[in-house]
């Protein structure tokens, strides 16, 4: 059975039940209490579990990833909330030097069993709070690094990651919140970490998506299917560890590929994406692995240019017919 | 506060010599000065700061032989805050601090050798060569590593000291941190922080007077730092780093205060390093009358001085305590060297602490 809810009420729904399983889970973050959280996914938990539980924090994200690591390594479970993607910035150095270090370095001696969520997204925001990085913590050894796109892996993802003995980067979209889907019902809802799905299947390229790139995707794949194209989609929930097998058995039978994402071209994690397709499917591509990516540049604030930037959907569908132009399609 | 009178003896200023001496010092002190301490408390003390000593002279050793790779940070001069500030607090506080860790981890009953080894990057060192100096860790002694971003771990206390809190363990969380990280953003963050959740966290700032090279006056417009604590409604006191009874004091009260439900309180220890900020430091900002000076308050001889006038000790059973002492540092120096390199099989081990499986993205990176 399953219910029809927002990404918003998953997460919520997914917080709500791994604190009424842990007594150690916790919540830290700005403005969760009171304000609700600043995409209303923590409503009402500090009335439910009390200030304790569901802790204000100043504005310090440093210090709140660093008290989280504090607090897991004294047995809790923390949940931090940094209210989006570029604050995580003033906390980079606790994501990279003390949350994906100390199990490794101190030779597994303890580990740091923590959640980061945050936020990427844009809508006239302009350039400082318009930004994703998640190539950049896929990148660092000892982090995990999760990206769901609908409300029944939000929350599955969620609740597993609160249970994971390792840091997750939760990395939510702000353009998802309100988009409704179908969840299994019940509190034991689980999505594995470190596994992608074949969200739609199909013989003629590969999407490889995540995120709000996975609604694109879909909808491009609806479009080229009309006109006789078959696109399988790929949906990568989590980025490291990476499922490449799942993207390279898709690969083996379309034999083309286009990986999509938001970040920056340059250095974004579809280029890390585009370099395993392209070192572990050589022999069996049709064409070079297409990118949809953000344009090197900051996200201007003015409608007109924000548009021209964003990837969407008709991105997706230029960037499948120009591959399909190239080498001998039968 | 006792002040040192004794000189150390040149060059390594070895204790048997600097006790003699100090058997000759005229001057009377009231045993109520030691506070109370018992003799065989006193007499560990003694044989702790030697230890760390003796250990980091022969560590200085190794790293001139290359058996000591990257960064070594030698922690003579300082010995009496760590040994005065963990008989201040429990065996079982927890334990957080920067990357001059190596005394704080022997006073904390890491052994030698392990120690040593970690040093040695060998398989045998306490984190398994994988930390090495700056890096020394033991979580069954609640030693929650050496850090070496500075202020990094400053914070990383506030948090465990609010589980400590949660989980009503009666434990509190001694923060240490050099002066030089109270300039950076995550010193005042953690000070806020611990402040607004009353955290029983005592911050220890070890005042050497120099950030690598770069003096107090360089860095801080206030001139005493327990005035930073001023700005978070903090408690806070400052201490004589030179000598281990007034550090122990200090910290006992800190401690107490934090474990009363109390909050948190700063302590400035006062000290001097007698040697370069890490072993590659020619030592440029600072005069030879400066360090000459400093070096006359050497805790360790100050100390012998007045266990003898006390009569705790003799010369001749601190002597022997120096031998053991020695004994000891030997042995683990020995240790470390027939210890094997950590086994290349194990690289990747510890990188997640749930399993990824044999066929997991990161075992497939290893293309030896």
Redesign the interface.
Known sequence: MTVEISYREALHQALREEMQRDGDVVLLGEDITGYGGSYAVTKGLHEEFGLDRVMETPIAEAGIVATAIGMSMGGMRPVAELMTVNFALLALDQIVNNAAKFHYMFNGQWSVPIVVRTVSGFGQLAATHSQTFEGWFASVPGLKVVMPATPADAKGLLKTAIRDPDPVIFIEHSLLYSKRGAVPEGDDHLVPIGEAAVVREGGDVTIVAYSRMLLEALAAAEELSAEGVECEVVDLRTLRPLDVDTIVQSVAHTHRAVVCGEDWRTGGFGATLAAEVQDRCFDVLDAPVARVAMADVPLPYARNLERLLIPTAHSVTEAVRSLLSIGGRS | MAKATSRPSTSRGRAQRTGEKAAASPRRRDRAALRGLDDETLLLMYRQMLLIRRFEEHAAEGYAQAKIGGFLHLYIGEEAVAVGALHGLRNDD?LITHYRDHGYALVRGCDPGQVMAELYGRATGV??G??GSM?L????KHF??G?A?VG?????????????Q??DTGLVVLDVFGDGATAI??FH??M??AM??RAPVVFLCENNLYGMGAQLAEQSPVKQLVDRARGYNMPAAQCDGMDPVDTYRVVREAGEHARRGEGPFFVEALTYRFRGHSMADPEMYRTRDEVREWRAKDPIPAFAARLTEHGIADDKRLKQIDGEVEEQVVAAVRFADESPPPDPATIF??????P?GP????R?EIRP
């Open positions: 927890h984190v398994g994988r930390g890096h860790a033991d979580a069954s929650w590593g850090h971003i990094g771990h400053i914070p990383v206390a506030v948090g465990l000291g609010v589980a400590q949660r989980k953003g995550m963050e953690a806020n922080m607004i959740w081990d510890h990188l997640y602490a749930a990824l066929a997991a993205p990161e497939s």
